[in-house]
């Protein structure tokens, strides 16, 4: 039989798993990767600590070499090597050899593509000038190390409030910069709900980097002093020795649309659930591509390399025969900055508002990291969604300096495998008081949203709090209310609920806070079973703050 030829386009991440499943599957096969850059399969998520001198050999950031392609897996890697047309009828490529600028043509039975994404680049006046980069590849960051050890910046702006942003930061700052991160939006961290980005901020700025929210670049140009000044839409005028664009990146899907190969509205290429184009002799996996979401159904983009790895490994499924299916992206994602760690999965509150979901709630809830008994613990700020008809898990985004990334990971899961709130509160996780405790985090969430199934505790819409006639409790003790508390809201500490019972309105909606939301369920359940309506502001004061951060 006829040795069945597989060309890849792009080697990095969805491209190099393809090939080496493919392999696994298929001795016989012929198998080419096609790269236009001089690496394949490196760790593009290692760039930023590589440019931060955490990561301090270049050949770390290398995954896998040609060589070790042809050795181990007899796979042909070229690289410098740029494919510039697809002849589908005739079922080949046109490539173009960037060392040589010799072209020639290369026949396939089957053809993966998988050309990645590239940065966003405005074009804002005097973007060209030197000192001004993106982070993609192993030469941006090797440019961006060279700026460093060779200028000596003093002074950086970041453009983008990102993961790649903050990550950015960090390293800056670890490399002796200052930093000023522009964002248009007016939070950090965009896939985020805003008020969870708000720890993000709160970590950022304890770690001295300035934040401009809310306001967008205008341009570039040179300084008197010989480096650069950031002018901004709101009219500033920011110095800076380097300045870093990480505001995101598009689809390479140049090569896909002129071969009329169909394109999605969120600008990717359009693929079925086993990655395969409107060609059936043609795949695409990875940046380029369009996925559903699991939860909200809508087409996304999600430049994540989680995905792209899964993607390979179904496509390469699907070219030897097997029935492998993509079933869509929960876009499960995990950043660390400062000490700090920012992660989610599934659908947020403003995704399926975006998509006209409804009929979904949402919890607060800011446990210890560990055993409250133990030392070193810090608080975990998660946020939960689940559906109010059945108690599905939608989804959550969790915040803190350690275990969020375990939290996420588990609950991650339980959406894959269509748990509710009920399972959650079920779970059995592993526990000593070291690393967690007897209910976790994810527990904890679990129950909560049950007791709000059950009926046990209503919740108080937060963000109709200041439009709301409701009478407001806090039964903090008097020192913590005096502290700080909820605009407007009486004291009576929970201790003394019982006795004071007189003070409290029967006419009036009564919504109760407290200072993480614990309290404040106790006291919910003693007034519901003494003939008050009561609502609980999920999260107490530690939500309050971050939902109204100027109250």
Known sequence: MKKKRVLIVGGVA?????????????????????????????????????????????????????????????????TRAEVTAIDRQGCAIAVRDLETGCE????????????GAAPVCPPWPGIDL??????????????????????????????????????????????????????????LLPPLDPEMAEYAGERLIASKVHLRLGDAVAGFEPSAEGGLLVRTQAGASLPADLVV??????????????????????????????????DPRIWAIGDAVEVKNLITGQWELVP????ANRQGRVTADVICGRDTRFDGVLATAVCGFFGFTAALTG??????????????????????????????????????????????????????????????????AAI????????????????????????????????????????????????????SDA???????????????????????????????SELPRDREIWITCEIGERAYYACRILAQHGFRVRHLSGGYETYWVMYPMG
Request: charged share 25%; net charge neutral.
């Open 14 to 78: 969805g491209g190099a798993t393809c090939a080496t499943r493919l392999r696994r599957l298929d001795e016989d096969a012929e198998i080419v990767v096609f790269d236009r850059g001089p690496y394949v399969s490196f760790a593009n998520c290692g760039l930023p600590y590589y440019v931060g001198n955490i990561i301090k050999q270049e050949e770390k950031l290398l995954l896998a070499t040609p060589p070790w392609f042809q050795d181990r897996f007899h796979i042909e890697v070229r």
């Open 304 to 307: 994540l390399a989680g995905l």
């Open 347 to 412: 659908a947020t509150e403003k995704s399926l508002r975006a998509a006209g979901a409804n009929g979904f709630q949402s919890v607060y809830l800011h446990p210890r990291d560990h055993a409250g008994y133990y030392p070193g613990g810090h608080p975990i700020h998660l946020k939960l969604l689940f559906r109010t008809s059945d108690g599905l898990v939608l989804g959550a985004q969790a915040l803190g300096e350690s275990g969020v990334a375990r939290r996420i990971d588990v609950l991650a």
């Open 471 to 501: 009478f407001l409790l806090d039964v903090r003790e008097p020192w913590e209310y005096n502290r700080d508390t909820v605009e407007g809201a009486a004291n009576v500490p929970l201790g003394q609920l019982r006795s004071r019972l």
């Open 130 to 187: 030197p000192g001004i980069f993106t982070l993609r590849t192993i030469p941006d960051s090797r440019q961006i190390r060279n700026w460093i050890e060779s200028k000596k910046p003093r002074q950086a702006v970041i453009v983008g409030g990102g993961f790649i942003g903050l990550e950015m930061a960090e390293n800056l700052v670890h490399r002796g910069l200052a930093v000023t991160i522009v964002e248009m939006a007016n939070q």
């Open 416 to 467: 894959q495998m269509h748990s509710t709130v009920f399972d959650l509160e079920k779970s059995e996780l592993c526990y000593a008081p070291q690393y967690g405790a007897a209910k976790d985090p994810v527990n904890l969430a679990g129950m909560l949203a049950a007791n709000v199934l059950r009926g046990d505790m209503a919740l108080a819409p937060w963000r109709e709090l200041e439009a």
């Open 104 to 115: 020639y043509h290369e026949p396939y039975d089957a053809l993966v593509l998988s050309p």
């Open 245 to 278: 664009l990480a505001i995101g990146v598009r689809p390479e899907i140049k090569l896909a649309r002129d071969a009329g190969l169909e394109t999605g509205a969120r600008g990717g290429i359009r693929v079925d659930d086993q990655m395969r184009t409107a």
